[in-house]
Nanobody, 120 residues
Framework: QVQLVESGGGLVQPGGSLRLSCVASGSIFTINAMDWYRQVPGKERELVAT???????TYAGSVKGRFTISRDNAKNTVDLQMNSLKPEDTAVYYC??????????????WGQGTQVTVSS
């Protein structure tokens, strides 16, 4: 009933930039927090950035100052602008949202993931 679709991943050189986008659709009443996570094989999924419905943001220390999360509540989208990318940023990036559905149930939803590779 709720789907998240991501786009924008790819291959970029160190120091480059990428912009990831995610759109939520389906039986949505309202969305609380929206987040970006990342994961590398064999590692636990890591929270990268989060943004509340009111626009308050937090970042992992490793990306603070380089990444910017933003959202458009009218469109149910969240973006992650990634600048000054480093090889250690290489991961599958996942969109996540905490959603109140139109049936007034509350749950967390994940996107399918998009690969970001930072390499020379």
């Amino acid at each position: 009933q709720v789907q998240l679709v991501e786009s924008g991943g790819g291959l970029v050189q160190p120091g480059g930039s990428l912009r990831l986008s995610c759109v939520a659709s389906g039986s949505i009443f309202t969305i609380n927090a929206m987040d970006w996570y990342r994961q590398v094989p064999g590692k636990e999924r890591e929270l990268v950035a989060t943004i509340t419905s009111g626009g308050a943001t937090t970042y992992a220390g490793s990306v603070k100052g380089r990444f910017t999360i933003s959202r458009d509540n009218a469109k149910n989208t969240v973006d992650l602008q990634m600048n000054s990318l480093k090889p250690e940023d290489t991961a599958v990036y996942y969109c996540h949202a905490a959603v109140w559905s139109r049936s007034l149930s509350y749950g967390a939803y994940w996107g399918q993931g998009t690969q970001v590779t930072v390499s020379s």
